[in-house]
Nanobody
Framework: QVQLEESGGGSVEAGGSLKLSCRRAGDDYRSNYMGWFRQAPGKGREGVAAIYRGSGSQFIADSVKGRFTLSQDNAKNTVSLQMNNLKPEDTAVYYC????????????????????WGQGTQVTVSS
């Protein structure tokens, strides 16, 4: 099992920045692929970014590329999402997720790659 706890959400004006952190706990060490998803009101869940903790390989959605960056602190079992130049359309509940990385044809940010999910943290960007 893996437990995930997000922190760092909040409200900012357009152009501002926020940093989300996801701390993982548990003993399923195979689940070393971690990602961030978001869900805006009335919309489906969207993959934002993911990182394979073993190699550090990252996958970033086109919608946030150049504005959002991932980092990890293995000593603290934390993966963080730095969000810069935020836009009103980034408003959503952001979820941390973890799963077992596998080399297959599914898109890197497919929800099906992830087995564990956090409770989510709200990000609100005002214009």
């Amino acid at each position: 099992q893996v437990q995930l706890e997000e922190s760092g959400g909040g409200s900012v004006e357009a152009g501002g920045s926020l940093k989300l952190s996801c701390r993982r706990a548990g003993d399923d060490y195979r689940s070393n692929y971690m990602g961030w998803f978001r869900q805006a009101p009335g919309k489906g869940r969207e993959g934002v970014a993911a990182i394979y903790r073993g190699s550090g390989s990252q996958f970033i959605a086109d919608s946030v590329k150049g504005r959002f960056t991932l980092s990890q602190d293995n000593a603290k079992n934390t993966v963080s999402l730095q969000m810069n130049n935020l836009k009103p359309e980034d408003t959503a509940v952001y979820y941390c997720a973890a799963g077992i990385f596998s080399r297959d044809l599914r898109p890197p940010l497919s929800e099906s790659r992830f087995d564990y999910w956090g409770q989510g943290t709200q990000v609100t960007v005002s214009s």
